[in-house]
């Protein structure tokens, strides 16, 4: 099983239209890298470049990032060109100089945050495994994804009309459910189990860990590890076979 969207990023957007998209929706900025904070503007520049003024791209990213924050706090419709502007400190025309107003910008975002995702969890389950251990490493890459990019899965979870057809949280959760639906259909045939119904299947065990990711989300409790053995539990075993106490057969993570 090959990850997606293979072979190098395609030429950047030019300043001031909307970022191109693919057709899975995603952008061409490249993933997303949640270490970075948005550059302090008060002198003018970044970390780096403070004294002077920014370069397109070193602005382009700074928008990015403050964008990710505040769509993450206030979503996209209680968001203005002028939330956003104030936020970076800058004037309303570079926001639209550099994305066409929020629209853009929040195009930009989501695309950057669908391609860390599905690249976490694709990377997670084409690596060869036992079948469980897949369902594991799946679990675990969406709870990793949940942890070290709230803001990003904040934004992912909401619906908005810039998204309504590709870049979704609906339609990510469909590629991944593709993905899913391959090491399903090995593990039913292994079992004597009709392979038509895997792609249903999938579909359900995607959708059961999305929206536990999405309450663990806030509660953060129990710990990462415990809730992915929990997922797997109820997944691999079904209610009737339950464990009562489930732990994860693979490499143990915090």
């Given amino acids: 099983m090959l990850p997606l969207h293979q072979g190098g990023p395609p030429a950047a957007p030019r300043p001031g239209n909307q970022c191109p998209r693919d057709r899975r929706g995603w952008g061409h900025d490249g993933p997303v890298t949640t270490s970075q904070e948005p550059a302090d503007t008060t002198t003018g520049g970044a970390a780096g470049t403070r004294g002077r003024r920014m370069t397109a791209g070193e602005r382009r990213r700074q928008l990015i990032e403050v964008g990710r924050r505040v769509f993450a706090e206030r979503g996209f419709d209680g968001t203005t060109v002028e939330d956003l502007a104030a936020k970076a400190r800058v004037s309303k025309p570079v926001v639209y100089e550099h994305f066409g107003g929020k629209e853009g910008l929040y195009a930009v975002v989501v695309d950057r945050e669908v391609h860390a995702l599905l690249a976490a969890i694709t990377e997670a ?38 998204t309504a057809t590709t870049g979704t949280f609906s339609s990510l959760l469909g590629d991944v459910a593709g993905q899913v639906e391959h090491l399903l259909a090995d593990a039913f045939a292994d079992h004597g189990l009709p392979r038509k119904a895997a792609p249903m299947y999938a579909q359900m065990l995607v959708g059961m860990v999305a929206m536990t990711g999405q309450w663990w989300l806030d509660t953060r409790r129990p710990r990462k590890a415990e809730v992915a053995a929990h997922i797997v539990n109820l997944a691999w075993n079904g209610l009737s076979g339950l464990e009562p106490e489930p732990r994860l057969h693979g490499r143990p993570r915090r």
Wanted: charged residues 25%; without cysteine; aromatic residues 6%.
């Fill in 125 to 162: 389950l084409t690596r060869p495994a036992p079948a469980r251990i897949l369902v594991e490493r799946a679990a675990l890459a969406l709870l990793d994804y949940v942890e070290a990019s709230a803001d990003g899965f904040r934004i992912l979870v909401r619906d908005s009309p810039v």
